[in-house]
């Protein structure tokens, strides 16, 4: 899985946990473990506030952009994030989010 982050100047907390192909962000669940390879989900068709762009499936990996919201003093690696890649299952830890 590749989670890729848009950071976002915004009140909000983003919270994400993982489980297979499963997110569940801020508290809502998604399953895309049905997404076929090669397969496009529209942004639009994700019910999420939090989950922007197209969610696809290329080379077995799942690709997902989550819009991360930042306070205007965030630190770097929250305003310039490195995508997150195979992250294991669990709570998902995220720049600048609070220890």
């Given at each position: 899985?590749r ?9 909000g907390?983003l919270?994400?946990?993982k489980?297979g192909d499963r ?8 399953d895309f473990?049905k997404l076929?390879?090669g397969a496009i ?8 506030e ?5 969610v ?5 990996q799942?690709q ?10 965030a630190?770097?690696?929250?305003c310039?994030p490195?995508?997150i ?6 709570g ?5 989010a609070?220890a």
């Open positions: 899985m989670i890729d982050l848009s950071p976002q100047v915004r009140d907390v919270k994400v946990t489980k997110l569940t962000v801020n508290g809502q669940a998604f473990s076929p390879e989900l529209p942004g639009d068709a994700v019910d999420s939090h989950i922007i762009g197209s696809t499936r290329t080379g077995g799942l997902v952009t989550l819009l991360l919201p930042i306070a205007w003093d630190p770097q690696e929250a310039f490195a995508p890649m195979d992250p294991p299952d669990g998902i830890a995220l720049p600048g609070a």
